[in-house]
């Protein structure tokens, strides 16, 4: 079925380490999203990646859509105590079709 | 411009009751979409509302229904609630056929 697998599913780093998360599809996705979800709150939308190869950076975030556009990461470097979060990637297998969120990964930065 | 509100923003049900949950898109959205997320997972897809019409369906049983009203805002029912259906509930708006999607700060579940 359509399933997306994310890992690592916990990250505990220094500040000023660098931190990557890793999506994976066994099918082939339309696009994919990133989303950040801070402690008690909710997903906030930071970006999305449809062709394939696809390589897009916010600031200290960089994110990468694979070639067979089955895998996407999100690297992020010199870790602040702002990155803190729930880091989930979300694919579509088709243009209207449902958005599937992985299990997430939660980055915790030591100080 | 007021973003994805939902409402109530916590709630406590007894097994075997009904709720519903309430969603007002984003200002200029057309399209929702609800998700539910247990404690430590990512959201998991429930239903899609477009031109008050259920568009997209996730694996959820029939209990779970929706409905989308003309001015674009939504209800999320649950009947015959179980304890397994304590989540946390987002909604989330877009425009159809754009792919940023909105989050609302979600209605917490608790059934007991």
């Known amino acids: 079925g359509q399933q997306v697998m994310q890992i690592p599913q916990y990250q505990h780093v220094q500040e000023g380490e660098d931190f990557t998360t890793y999506c994976n599809s066994s099918?082939?996705?339309?696009?994919i999203q990133w989303y950040k979800q801070r402690p008690g709150g909710h997903p906030v939308f930071l970006i999305q990646?449809?062709?394939?190869?696809e390589v897009k950076k916010q600031k200290r975030l960089t994110f990468q859509f694979g070639e067979a556009k089955k895998n996407s990461s999100l690297h992020i470097t010199a870790t602040q105590t702002t990155d803190v979060g729930t880091y989930f990637c979300a694919g579509r297998y088709s243009n209207t079709g449902k958005l599937i969120f992985g299990q997430g990964t939660t980055l915790q930065v030591k100080p | 411009d007021a973003g994805v509100t939902q409402s109530p923003t916590h709630l406590i049900k007894t097994r075997g009751q009904q709720v519903t949950l309430r969603c007002s898109p984003k200002s200029g959205h057309d399209t929702v979409s609800w998700y539910q997320q247990a404690l430590g997972q990512g959201p998991q897809f429930i239903f899609q509302y477009y031109e008050e019409e259920e568009r997209q369906r996730g694996n959820f049983p029939d209990r779970f229904s929706g409905h989308q009203f003309p001015n674009y805002s939504s209800e999320l029912n649950v009947n015959a609630l179980l304890l397994g259906d304590s989540a946390l509930y987002l909604c989330?708006?877009?425009?159809?056929?754009?792919?940023?999607?909105?989050f609302g700060p979600g209605t917490r579940l608790t059934v007991t």
């Open positions: 989330a708006s877009s425009l159809w056929g754009i792919y940023e999607q909105y």
């Open positions: 990646l449809v062709k394939s190869g």
């Open positions: 099918t082939t996705l339309s696009n």
